[in-house]
C-alpha cells in the first residue's frame, strides 16, 4: 500500500461542542439524554487509528480479499492519502468538483484539493445553528446540510450565504439526518420526529411543507427517528426508522420489521457482536425501544429493526443496514440478510453507498466493503490496508474517479481507481 500523510491540523484547535448553537424551540428532542448524543455523533473516547507502517501485516482474522479481474485492485497497489480532523465524526461527504465538503461533529469543512485551502463553517457562521453535521449535499444551486439539533442550513453558491430552515418553517425536528428529491422535485427530509415532504423543493414557501408523523400516518411510519430516506425505482419513497423499514407509495404507508424478516437473529450475530457495548445502557430513548420490541434482555448493541443506513439500486432493490444485525436485502418479495458469516467485515451497518457504476459500498464498524458483481460475496478494505480507522461513516466518489471515506478522526482519499 502507498500511504501519504495530508493533516487538517488547525481543525483540532477551532472545532466546539457539537451543538453549541442549537436551535431551542422545544421537540421531544429537546432534553434527551446526553448519551444520545454521543450516540448519535460517535463515541469521544475512541482512540483514532495509529499511523500504518511499512510491512504492516493483516489480523489473522481479517475478511479474505479476492483481488483480480473486476475487483478491486490488491492493497500493495492502493494509494491512499490520510487527513486527521481531530476527535470528530465524519458523517457526510460531497465530492463538487475541485471542493470536497466534509460534515463533521464539529463543523463542515469546504477542502479545495488544488490549492490545499480549507475554510470552516460552524455555529459562528450566519445561518447554521449547530457543529454537528449529518448529512451533506448539493441540492440545485446550493449546499445542504442536515445538522444535529440546528435544523436543516443552505449555502447559495453563488451568494455564499447561509439560510436556515427549522421549525417555524415547517421543519419536523431541528434534527435533520438524510434529504432525498424525489424525480417529480418534492424533497424529503429525514427528521428524529418524523419525516417532511417540501412540494418542488420550494423551501420559502410555507404552503409546500408537509409533515409525515407516526400519528398521523396511523403507524404506517412506524417510528419518529427517521435516519434515512430514498428514492425508490418508481418514485416511491423509502425510510430507515429506529422501527424498521417504511414505503410511502401512491399516497400509501407500508412498513416491514423483524418479524417480516429485516435483519439477522441474533443468536446469528451474538458471538460476534457480544464485545460492543449496548447504548440501552446509557441512553433511556434506545433502552425504551428495546423493550417495547421485546430486546430488553439483550445486553449488546443488537436491534434488528433499528436502521442506520438506506440505499435503493437501480433494480429497485431496497438495502437497509442494521444496528447489529448485518445487511438486510429486500427485493420486493422476500429479505436476505448478510453477516460477517457472508465476508462482512463487522454486522453494524454505518454507511451504504451506490457509486456511480451502481455498485454498493458498506461501511461497517470493523471496514468498508463492496459487494461483488454476482452479489454473493465481498472485497473488503480496513486500516490495515490503509484507510484512516475502521469505521466508516461516510464516503463520496469524485469525478476524476478517486474516492473519499470518511471515518472517526480522519478522511481517507483512495487515489487509485476502484
Known amino acids: 500500500m502507498k500511504i501519504n500523510y495530508g493533516f487538517i491540523a488547525v481543525l483540532i484547535v477551532i472545532m466546539a461542542a457539537v451543538a453549541g448553537g442549537a ?3 422545544g421537540t421531544q428532542h429537546a432534553g434527551q439524554d446526553q448519551a444520545d448524543e454521543q450516540i448519535a455523533s460517535g463515541d469521544s473516547s475512541k482512540p483514532t ?46 465530492a463538487d468538483g475541485r471542493d470536497v465538503w466534509v460534515g463533521t461533529s464539529g463543523g463542515l469543512i ?9 475554510k470552516v463553517f460552524n455555529n459562528k457562521t450566519p445561518g447554521i445553528l449547530s457543529n454537528g453535521v449529518f448529512f451533506v449535499s448539493k441540492l ?59 412540494k418542488g423543493g420550494h423551501f420559502d414557501d410555507p404552503k409546500a411543507w408537509t409533515m409525515y408523523t407516526v400519528e398521523n400516518t396511523h403507524h404506517g411510519l412506524p417510528n419518529p427517528w427517521v435516519y434515512g430516506v430514498e428514492v425508490g425505482k418508481n418514485g416511491d419513497m423509502w425510510f430507515a426508522t429506529e422501527m424498521g423499514l417504511a414505503r410511502f407509495k401512491d399516497g400509501k404507508w407500508t412498513h416491514w420489521n423483524h418479524k417480516d424478516g429485516l435483519g439477522a437473529d441474533y443468536d446469528l450475530v451474538k458471538d460476534e457482536i457480544a464485545a460492543t457495548p449496548d447504548p440501552s445502557a446509557v ?46 436485502r429486500y427485493d420486493g418479495k422476500k429479505w436476505r440478510n448478510f453477516t460477517t458469516a457472508d465476508g462482512l467485515p463487522g454486522n453494524h451497518i454505518f ?13 461497517t464498524d470493523h471496514g468498508l466493503s463492496r459487494l461483488k458483481k454476482d452479489g454473493k460475496g465481498f472485497t473488503t478494505m480496513t486500516a490495515a490496508d490503509g484507510l484512516y480507522a475502521d469505521d466508516v ?26
Open 23 to 25: 436551535y431551542t424551540l
Open 140 to 198: 440545485n444551486d446550493n449546499i445542504l446540510l442536515g445538522t444535529y439539533g440546528g435544523g436543516m442550513s443552505a449555502m447559495n453558491i453563488k451568494t455564499g450565504k447561509w439560510r436556515n430552515y427549522n421549525i417555524p418553517d415547517g421543519l419536523a425536528d431541528q434534527f435533520v439526518y438524510d434529504v432525498a428529491k424525489a424525480p417529480n422535485g418534492d424533497v424529503w427530509i429525514a427528521t428524529w420526529s418524523g419525516a417532511n415532504r417540501v
Open 49 to 94: 487509528a495509529s499511523p500504518i507502517r511499512a510491512g504492516t501485516r493483516m489480523p489473522a482474522n481479517h475478511p479474505s480479499l479476492p483481488y483480480g479481474g473486476n475487483d478491486m485492485a490488491g492493497a500493495s497497489n492502493i494509494k491512499f492519502t490520510r487527513y486527521r480532523v481531530g476527535r470528530l465524526n465524519i458523517k457526510g461527504i460531497y
Open 283 to 328: 441512553s433511556s430513548h434506545h433502552m425504551h425501544v428495546k423493550k417495547s420490541e421485546g430486546l430488553g434482555n439483550i445486553g449488546v448493541a443488537y436491534n434488528p429493526n433499528y436502521i442506520i443506513s438506506l440505499a435503493v439500486d437501480g433494480d429497485g432493490t431496497v438495502w437497509a443496514g442494521t444496528w447489529g444485525a448485518g445487511l438486510a
Open 351 to 363: 454507511m451504504l453507498y451506490l457509486d456511480p457504476k451502481g455498485r454498493l459500498w458498506i461501511g
Open 110 to 118: 469546504r477542502y479545495n484539493t488544488q490549492t490545499n485551502d480549507f
Open 393 to 418: 461513516f461516510s464516503m463520496d466518489f469524485a469525478k476524476d474517479g478517486s474516492v473519499w471515506v470518511g471515518s472517526f478522526g480522519g478522511l481517507s482519499h483512495i487515489t487509485s481507481k476502484l
